[in-house]
């Protein structure tokens, strides 16, 4: 699936290493995977070894695994047999979403791409048919044209003209977006972000060709968290730093034994 990301040319093993004909190199790091930065890659905030610790042990407690039962639903879903090419996850975090897909679809391999090193090493090992790359999904992903016959976007930014690339003729794509209502019980008391009121508009103009006669399955389920639950799902995404740690600290320690919160999101599929 992999191209160089300096000159566009084909990839070939080359002992520990990936090797283009132009002799661009990439090293294959010692937990299985491989940095493929372009030139053009922007200095986008990628997330610390903390967020991809706490995201890592919130998501294997089980709390989101209501999505990724219907993502790879969605991704088994009859029409793809004939379509050739792996699964790509943009924006893949710890693989958790990733796994999931490759276990309903026992005939693809998958690629995680994350422009954190720590999201990188997690994927690496999420899956024995998973394979990770650090590279800027803001830049060109270096990935062949139509090499996916499924694209996966989940809580992660949308490049609408590079899922169009990748994406092989008759494939799908899946997006998953939060509602409104998502962890409303903590957004106040944590100074978590909000949700973007425009967000469903933002994400048809991210799309943009893709998004025409999309379906979407609007999708809720309750978590009820322990304290130090709650300060991971805090410290796991674009909230973590928000409240100083001491805040964070005295925060959790006030809450009860057991926080009910609210998960809510769309899951677009195109």
């Known amino acids: 699936m992999l191209i160089c990301p ?8 080359n002992g520990a290493s990936l090797i283009c004909s132009s002799g661009h190199t990439a090293n294959v790091a010692r937990q299985g995977y491989v940095s493929l930065l372009g030139r053009d890659a922007g200095t986008h905030t990628a997330d610390s070894a903390e967020m991809i610790a706490a995201r890592e042990r919130f998501l294997s407690a089980g709390h989101f695994d209501p999505v990724a039962r219907e993502v790879a639903a ?89 899922i169009a690339r990748a994406l092989a003729p008759g494939g799908r794509l899946i997006v998953v977006t939060p509602e409104p209502d998502h962890l409303r019980e903590l957004i106040e008391p944590f100074a978590m972000i909000s949700v973007d009121p425009d967000k469903a508009e933002r994400l048809e103009r991210s ?52 926080t009910e919160v609210t998960g809510s999101v769309r899951i677009a599929v195109a």
């Open 6 to 13: 300096h000159c566009g040319g084909d990839l070939r093993v």
């Open 74 to 162: 969605i991704a088994a879903r009859p029409g793809l047999e004939e379509v050739e090419g792996g699964g790509l996850d943009l924006g893949a975090g710890t693989g958790h979403y990733l796994a999931a897909v490759l276990e309903a679809l026992p005939g693809r391999v998958g690629l995680g791409v994350d422009n954190s090193k720590y999201a990188a090493r997690r994927v690496a090992r999420c899956h024995p048919r998973a394979g990770a790359i650090v590279a800027d999904i803001w830049d060109q992903v270096p990935v062949r044209d139509g090499a996916a016959a499924l694209v996966l976007n989940l809580f992660a930014p949308r490049n609408g003209e590079e």
């Open 207 to 258: 799309l943009g060709g893709l998004a025409a006669g999309r379906e979407e399955v609007p999708l809720e389920w309750r978590m009820s968290l322990a304290p130090d639950e709650v300060a991971d799902l805090v410290a796991m995404g674009p909230s973590a730093g928000r409240l100083e740690p001491e805040a964070l600290r005295e925060l959790v320690a006030g809450l009860p034994d057991r």
